[in-house]
């Protein structure tokens, strides 16, 4: 009788918080940083699951995973914060706050398209650094400028890997850490020194979400708009055709609310070829189902990363291929573009190189990556004016005119951030 009182207790406790988590929080900073490990001890899932990724070590795909914050009503400070159902000082019944998702970005700077694309679904992001390596390290810098530009307003500055060091060593960090953010628009931003390899300092991580990031003030009256990160075929080889499922679409809805058996259009679609020539088609499909916070829904709400279970064809949207799409309701989607001019701003320097380069003007048929939303595109310039290009793309994006863009270009091998610009009216 008791364990089932108590079980029951449990539930309630669950059913204190939908099932939808409430916002999206980001995870950057350079390389083997501890983005992953810290992302396993707050949520128990490790989000490096791609064979690639387990072979090479680093997150190579945009990883989710989702976790819900309590709190101790008895005890006080940070002591109170945990993700347990029990408090680890007290061992009294905690008190769920928030649940929240998680988005694990790569840090390698040969997968910064991956980056940007996901920053545009983060409503605040956890900024990690190393205490044992020089701050800022090139991605640390190019993350940042990142956040900065597409508009992101709140930061937490993790100061991981301290059990790696001694207190001088970290303290030493810690200014390199403040004189970095020096200038920028999160030089008040909260610096929390922690080891997620050994779980210490989680609990003032947690109270600095809770009292740092809020929960964003959501307009569901609005057209549904879903920026899609990830899609794949979630079929296992063999299985029969009687037990086959559409693909999934992973991603954030941004505004609106989308429901089980809504009729959805997709931008800007799949390739087909027409007339010798290759175009872009919309795609119109069904909610089959919808997942969030690991449970089935009959609709979700702006907040936290979702899943549609769709009727298409499972081929159309393996590995990634709608990945940058546009999710809404049919004919209420923003215009696709082939081809768009930008109201450019470029920064003084190359952001993500180690030596200081400055950004030179961007110069005729020069290739350009572009992220927009969720989606990466190159674009070829094929007019320049005063603070102002026209580039014709590579893969066509849907996108709202005004939408800013960053932009980046080949330095070497690498594309580099130089700057970002707005999708200008014809």
């Given at each position: 009788m008791a364990r089932k009182k108590k079980d029951e207790q449990q539930q309630e406790q669950l059913q204190e918080l939908p099932a939808q988590p409430v916002l999206n929080i980001g995870m950057v900073g350079h390389v083997d940083h501890g983005k992953t490990t810290l992302l396993e001890r707050l949520s128990g899932k490790w989000t490096d699951t791609h064979s690639e990724e387990m072979k090479r070590g680093i997150t190579i795909r945009l990883g989710y995973a989702d976790a819900t914050l309590k709190k101790c009503d008895k005890c006080e400070d940070a002591k109170a914060y945990t993700t347990k159902e029990k408090c680890i000082v007290c061992n009294s019944e905690t008190k769920p706050l928030r649940k929240v998702s998680f988005v694990d970005a790569p840090g390698h700077e040969s997968l910064m398209a991956t980056m940007l694309s996901g920053a545009t679904i983060m409503d605040g992001a956890l900024l990690l650094v190393a205490a044992n390596e020089q701050c800022p390290q090139p991605q640390t810098r190019e993350h940042l400028m990142a956040l900065q530009i597409i508009g992101l307003k709140r930061l937490i500055v993790v100061q991981n890997k301290?059990?790696?060091?001694?207190?001088?060593?970290?303290?030493?960090?810690?200014?390199?850490?403040?004189?970095?953010?020096?200038?920028?628009?999160?030089?008040?931003?909260?610096?929390?020194?922690?080891?997620?390899?050994?779980?210490?300092?989680?609990?003032?991580?947690?109270?600095?979400?809770?009292?740092?990031?809020?929960?964003?003030?959501?307009?569901?009256?609005?057209?549904?708009?879903?920026?899609?990160?990830?899609?794949?075929?979630?079929?296992?080889?063999?299985?029969?055709?009687?037990?086959?499922?559409?693909?999934?679409?992973?991603?954030?809805?941004?505004?609106?609310?989308?429901?089980?058996?809504?009729?959805?259009?997709?931008?800007?679609?799949?390739?087909?070829?027409?007339?010798?020539?290759?175009?872009?088609?919309?795609?119109?499909?069904?909610?089959?189902?919808?997942?969030?916070?690991?449970?089935?829904?009959?609709?979700?709400?702006?907040?936290?990363?979702?899943?549609?279970?769709?009727?298409?064809?499972?081929?159309?949207?393996?590995?990634?291929?709608?990945?940058?799409?546009?999710?809404?309701?049919?004919?209420?989607?923003?215009?696709?573009?082939?081809?768009?001019?930008?109201?450019?701003?470029?920064?003084?320097?190359?952001?993500?190189?180690?030596?200081?380069l400055n950004v030179e003007p961007i110069k005729m048929s020069e290739p350009l990556m572009l992220n927009v939303n969720s989606a990466a595109t190159v674009g070829i310039v094929i007019e320049l004016k005063k603070n102002k290009i026209r580039c014709k793309l590579k893969l066509p994006v849907c996108a709202d005119a005004g939408s800013r863009i960053t932009i980046s270009r080949r330095i070497g091998n690498r594309f580099r951030l130089i700057g970002y610009g707005e999708i200008m009216e014809k």
């Amino acid at each position: 009788m008791a364990r089932k009182k108590k079980d029951e207790q449990q539930q309630e406790q669950l059913q204190e918080l939908p099932a939808q988590p409430v916002l999206n929080i980001g995870m950057v900073g350079h390389v083997d940083h501890g983005k992953t490990t810290l992302l396993e001890r707050l949520s128990g899932k490790w989000t490096d699951t791609h064979s690639e990724e387990m072979k090479r070590g680093i997150t190579i795909r945009l990883g989710y995973a989702d976790a819900t914050l309590k709190k101790c009503d008895k005890c006080e400070d940070a002591k109170a914060y945990t993700t347990k159902e029990k408090c680890i000082v007290c061992n009294s019944e905690t008190k769920p706050l928030r649940k929240v998702s998680f988005v694990d970005a790569p840090g390698h700077e040969s997968l910064m398209a991956t980056m940007l694309s996901g920053a545009t679904i983060m409503d605040g992001a956890l900024l990690l650094v190393a205490a044992n390596e020089q701050c800022p390290q090139p991605q640390t810098r190019e993350h940042l400028m990142a956040l900065q530009i597409i508009g992101l307003k709140r930061l937490i500055v993790v100061q991981n890997k301290i059990d790696l060091v001694g207190e001088e060593q970290a303290l030493k960090n810690y200014e390199q850490i403040k004189e970095f953010l020096k200038g920028t628009s999160f030089e008040s931003a909260p610096i929390i020194p922690i080891s997620a390899q050994h779980r210490v300092g989680l609990e003032f991580l947690m109270q600095a979400i809770d009292e740092h990031i809020p929960t964003p003030v959501r307009d569901s009256n609005k057209e549904p708009i879903m920026l899609v990160a990830r899609s794949f075929d979630i079929n296992k080889p063999g299985i029969t055709a009687d037990k086959l499922v559409g693909g999934v679409l992973g991603g954030s809805l941004k505004q609106g609310i989308l429901k089980v058996n809504d009729t959805i259009e997709i931008r800007p679609g799949r390739t087909v070829i027409e007339k010798n020539q290759q175009v872009w088609k919309p795609l119109t499909t069904g909610i089959v189902s919808l997942n969030s916070g690991g449970a089935n829904l009959e609709q979700v709400s702006p907040g936290g990363s979702i899943g549609i279970l769709t009727s298409l064809d499972p081929s159309i949207v393996k590995s990634d291929q709608l990945t940058g799409s546009i999710v809404g309701l049919p004919g209420k989607l923003p215009k696709v573009w082939n081809e768009f001019v930008l109201d450019v701003h470029l920064l003084q320097r190359v952001v993500g190189t180690k030596e200081e380069l400055n950004v030179e003007p961007i110069k005729m048929s020069e290739p350009l990556m572009l992220n927009v939303n969720s989606a990466a595109t190159v674009g070829i310039v094929i007019e320049l004016k005063k603070n102002k290009i026209r580039c014709k793309l590579k893969l066509p994006v849907c996108a709202d005119a005004g939408s800013r863009i960053t932009i980046s270009r080949r330095i070497g091998n690498r594309f580099r951030l130089i700057g970002y610009g707005e999708i200008m009216e014809k």
